[in-house]
């Protein structure tokens, strides 16, 4: 009896002699005819060996046209056996029999000329049936009017779209560069109150603009340093020009009463005259930038002025290497913040005021102390005025501690000027730092 079943798993039974089936010296075999494949595996008893029956597979070949039909006749599907004859062809063009163009076939793994041009791709299974896809060479390059249509579109809407984004890129970048080419004018016409837009690009163009709005803000900060500078100097020489009143005449009558004294036996008035002539003379004749020495010196005279007034009530001293006198120093640093201490500092009921200037010099830098045993500063006032001094802050009448801090500022640059600490017992210390500077 023979039992079978389809594609949709219905069995059938059926009876079959063993001679109606091809096999040989029971071994395994398979069989081929046109458009069928059957697969003869022979069944024995494990024990003694006899031969029980058969299993027997036939396969329908003509299943493949359903899946050859899904490409669109593009592709013609044929399968072989080990012996060159053609099991199954979809194009239906051949009966079980030898193909003569088997050989090239076989051999070929891409192109091969066969009745006309083909592409081919072939599979060899383990029973050496052979399954080849072909492909006429002429459909493989023909294109259809639609896809050359499809083509044309995407092409030129490709280049719309690049062109669009290269004109917007060029327009976006002449903008820029009209920016900085605005702001040169303007530059030029005298306003550095100008900057260039900035862009999240990370191009050159950025980079220029950067780079020129930064100098521009240096530039400008440079010159309104300058002009300011310019102006306190202007100021500085305005007032020296009011104080010039007909000098020669102030030193001549000075030195007519001086020598009056003398004569009269008053040789601590004409000391005294002399003194203030000294000062003077000084103050009129002498440069912007002097000798740390002439400095220090101009101090001591005008300190003496005062010892001859209040002799028993204060000492002073003056401690300075003579290495260092020769460096130079704005005029009038020191003179002021000495006035200060008589105008605020000094105690006039006591006898034990004292007045020190030191000056030391560390690396490339020269530090005045001068020191006083005085009323002092309360500390939050002392940190007020400090506030001013290292914010720069000047009030325009001012002459003293906060003009020679302005004014070394403008001669040395940031970083000098003058401090005031509060001194452990009594007092105050004013720091002028200055830079060494030869004259």
Same mark, same amino acid.
């Given at each position: 009896?023979?039992?079978?079943?389809?594609?949709?798993?219905?069995?059938?039974?059926?009876?079959?002699?063993? /001679?109606?089936?091809?096999?040989?010296?029971?071994?395994?075999?398979?069989?081929?005819?046109?458009?069928?494949?059957?697969?003869?595996?022979?069944?024995?008893?494990?024990?003694?060996?006899?031969?029980?029956?058969?299993?027997?597979?036939?396969?329908?070949?003509?299943?493949?046209?359903?899946?050859?039909?899904?490409?669109?006749?593009?592709?013609?599907?044929?399968?072989?056996?080990?012996?060159?004859?053609?099991?199954?062809?979809?194009?239906?063009?051949?009966?079980?029999? #030898?193909?003569?163009?088997?050989?090239?076939?076989?051999?070929?793994?891409?192109?091969? #000329?066969?009745?006309?041009?083909?592409?081919?791709?072939?599979?060899?299974?383990?029973?050496?049936?052979?399954?080849?896809?072909?492909?006429?060479?002429?459909?493989?390059? #023909?294109?259809?009017?639609?896809?050359?249509?499809?083509?044309?579109?995407?092409?030129?809407?490709?280049?719309?779209?690049?062109?669009?984004?290269?004109?917007?890129?060029?327009?976006?970048?002449?903008?820029?560069?009209?920016?900085?080419?605005?702001?040169?004018?303007?530059?030029?016409?005298?306003?550095?109150?100008?900057?260039?837009?900035?862009?999240?690009?990370?191009?050159?163009?950025?980079?220029?603009?950067?780079?020129?709005?930064?100098?521009?803000? /240096?530039?400008?900060?440079?010159?309104?340093?300058?002009?300011?500078?310019?102006?306190?100097?202007?100021?500085?020489?305005?007032?020296?020009?009011?104080?010039?009143?007909?000098?020669?005449?102030?030193?001549?009558?000075? /030195?007519?009463?001086?020598? #009056?004294?003398?004569?009269?036996?008053?040789?601590?008035?004409?000391?005294?005259?002399?003194?203030?002539?000294?000062?003077?003379?000084?103050?009129?004749?002498?440069?912007?930038?002097?000798?740390?020495?002439?400095?220090?010196?101009?101090?001591?005279?005008?300190?003496?002025?005062?010892?001859?007034?209040?002799?028993?009530?204060?000492?002073? /001293?003056?401690?300075?290497?003579?290495?260092?006198?020769?460096?130079?120093?704005?005029?009038?640093?020191?003179?002021?913040?000495?006035?200060?201490?008589?105008?605020?500092?000094?105690?006039?009921?006591?006898?034990?005021?004292?007045?020190?200037?030191?000056?030391?010099?560390?690396?490339?830098?020269?530090?005045?102390?001068?020191?006083?045993?005085?009323?002092?500063?309360?500390?939050?006032?002392?940190?007020?005025?400090?506030?001013?001094?290292?914010?720069?802050?000047?009030?325009?009448?001012?002459?003293?501690?906060?003009?020679?801090?302005?004014?070394?500022?403008?001669?040395?640059?940031?970083?000098?000027?003058?401090?005031?600490?509060?001194?452990?017992?009594?007092?105050?210390?004013?720091?002028?730092?200055?830079?060494?500077?030869?004259?």
């Amino acid at each position: 009896e023979k039992s079978s079943f389809n594609r949709q798993d219905q069995i059938k039974v059926t009876s079959v002699d063993k /001679e109606d089936i091809p096999i040989e010296d029971g071994f395994n075999n398979i069989f081929a005819d046109k458009n069928t494949l059957k697969f003869v595996r022979e069944v024995r008893d494990p024990v003694n060996l006899k031969s029980e029956g058969i299993i027997l597979l036939t396969y329908n070949l003509n299943h493949i046209k359903e899946i050859v039909k899904k490409y669109e006749n593009e592709h013609q599907v044929m399968v072989f056996d080990n012996n060159g004859y053609i099991i199954y062809s979809s194009d239906g063009d051949y009966n079980y029999e #030898k193909c003569k163009y088997y050989d090239e076939i076989a051999k070929s793994d891409g192109e091969v #000329k066969l009745d006309k041009s083909y592409y081919i791709n072939k599979s060899i299974n383990s029973s050496a049936i052979m399954s080849v896809s072909k492909m006429a060479k002429r459909d493989v390059n #023909k294109i259809s009017i639609g896809l050359i249509n499809s083509l044309v579109f995407v092409d030129s809407l490709v280049l719309i779209i690049s062109l669009s984004i290269l004109y917007i890129k060029l327009k976006l970048l002449s903008d820029r560069t009209d920016n900085i080419l605005v702001a040169m004018e303007k530059v030029k016409g005298g306003n550095l109150d100008v900057e260039i837009p900035i862009t999240s690009d990370n191009d050159e163009i950025n980079y220029i603009s950067e780079n020129f709005n930064e100098m521009c803000r /240096e530039l400008d900060d440079y010159i309104k340093k300058i002009y300011l500078a310019e102006i306190e100097q202007k100021k500085a020489e305005m007032v020296a020009l009011q104080n010039q009143i007909n000098p020669h005449f102030l030193y001549n009558t000075l /030195e007519s009463i001086r020598m #009056k004294a003398i004569c009269n036996g008053d040789k601590e008035v004409g000391k005294m005259l002399y003194t203030l002539s000294f000062l003077f003379r000084k103050q009129v004749k002498d440069s912007n930038i002097i000798t740390l020495k002439d400095e220090l010196d101009y101090c001591s005279k005008y300190i003496e002025i005062f010892k001859f007034r209040y002799y028993d009530n204060f000492n002073f /001293e003056i401690n300075c290497p003579k290495d260092l006198e020769k460096y130079k120093i704005v005029k009038f640093s020191i003179q002021p913040l000495i006035e200060n201490y008589f105008i605020h500092g000094i105690r006039f009921e006591d006898y034990d005021n004292e007045l020190k200037i030191d000056v030391t010099k560390e690396e490339n830098d020269i530090f005045i102390k001068i020191i006083d045993n005085g009323r002092g500063i309360p500390n939050e006032e002392l940190e007020k005025i400090n506030d001013k001094l290292l914010s720069d802050r000047q009030d325009s009448n001012s002459i003293g501690i906060e003009n020679v801090n302005k004014r070394i500022i403008n001669e040395y640059g940031e970083g000098y000027g003058l401090k005031i600490l509060k001194n452990k017992d009594k007092g105050i210390t004013l720091v002028v730092k200055i830079l060494c500077k030869e004259v």
